[in-house]
């Protein structure tokens, strides 16, 4: 398989830093802003005040995308 058909993607982990120091997974998406909106209806739905983006740490994730292939056996 020669590299290509591979596809490059940014992905960004999005991380909150507890009240221990500990840094918390919250999210991965193509889109941090998109992200954002989407987390924060969630927290007011829940009766929680909306985040920042700097509220967050983000970090920029590169992929290699491999096209999918069906095998036989």
Known sequence: MNGTNVRKMT???ISH?????EKEA???TDNPERWLEHYN???I?????PEKLDDFEVE???I??????????
């Open 26 to 28: 919250v999210g991965m």
């Open 11 to 13: 992905a960004y982990k």
């Open 64 to 73: 290699d995308l491999f096209p999918w292939e069906e095998t036989n056996g």
């Open 17 to 21: 830093i507890n009240s221990y120091g």
């Open 60 to 62: 920029s994730v590169h």
């Open 41 to 43: 209806k969630i927290r």
């Open 45 to 49: 739905g829940d009766g929680n005040m």
